[in-house]
């Protein structure tokens, strides 16, 4: 039997060209398909009666970004940003060669950042995180090559 392998990492996002824009145009992630889905089976399987839904699959170096926005039944908000000791997903995390350039490019596009969390143990090495327009938990990280 072959082993699972991970398909795409779904977001639930309140505006769908926003969070579009900001993953293509900020992270360098291009357009791959859109779905639409209303009633069922849709339904039953997401566990939203009467759901509306529009998918769009982003893609980038392999990786599968599926943004989910609902017209019905809408969105659900919570804590932002989420706390990191929640069981769960916690973040997404890039590698990027000018983390000052990138932090400015994604708050362009409605990213915010959270300047308490940037570190810089030495060695070329910085790590800060910042959320997307939605509150996703984005880190970005640059390491020095090799």
Same mark, same amino acid.
């Given at each position: 039997?072959? &082993?699972?392998?991970?398909?795409?990492v779904?977001?639930?996002?309140? *505006?769908?060209?926003?969070?579009?824009?900001?993953?293509?145009?900020?992270? /360098?992630?291009?357009?791959?398909? %859109?779905? &639409?889905?209303?009633?069922?089976?849709?339904?039953?399987?997401?566990?939203? @009666? %009467?759901?509306?839904?529009?998918?769009?699959?982003?893609?980038?170096?392999? $990786?599968?970004?599926?943004?989910?926005?609902?017209?019905? @039944?809408?969105?659900?908000?919570? %804590?932002?940003?989420?706390p990191?000791?929640?069981?769960?997903? $916690?973040?997404?995390?890039?590698?990027?060669?000018?983390? *000052?350039? $990138?932090?400015?490019?994604?708050? %362009?596009? /409605?990213?915010?950042?959270? @300047? &308490? $969390?940037?570190?810089?143990?030495?060695?070329?090495?910085?790590?800060?995180?910042?959320? *997307?327009? *939605?509150?996703?938990?984005?880190?970005?990280?640059r390491?020095?090559?090799?």
């Amino acid at each position: 039997m072959a &082993e699972p392998r991970l398909s795409h990492v779904g977001l639930c996002v309140a *505006d769908a060209e926003r969070a579009q824009r900001f993953y293509e145009e900020g992270l /360098g992630f291009r357009y791959a398909r %859109d779905l &639409e889905v209303k009633g069922e089976p849709g339904a039953t399987l997401l566990r939203l @009666p %009467d759901v509306n839904l529009r998918a769009i699959y982003l893609e980038h170096e392999g $990786t599968v970004l599926e943004l989910l926005h609902y017209p019905s @039944p809408g969105v659900v908000r919570g %804590d932002s940003p989420r706390p990191m000791n929640r069981p769960g997903l $916690t973040h997404l995390s890039f590698q990027v060669e000018d983390v *000052d350039a $990138t932090l400015s490019r994604l708050e %362009d596009l /409605g990213g915010r950042v959270l @300047p &308490e $969390t940037r570190i810089e143990p030495g060695g070329g090495v910085a790590a800060v995180f910042l959320t *997307d327009p *939605d509150g996703t938990l984005i880190e970005l990280v640059r390491q020095p090559r090799g």
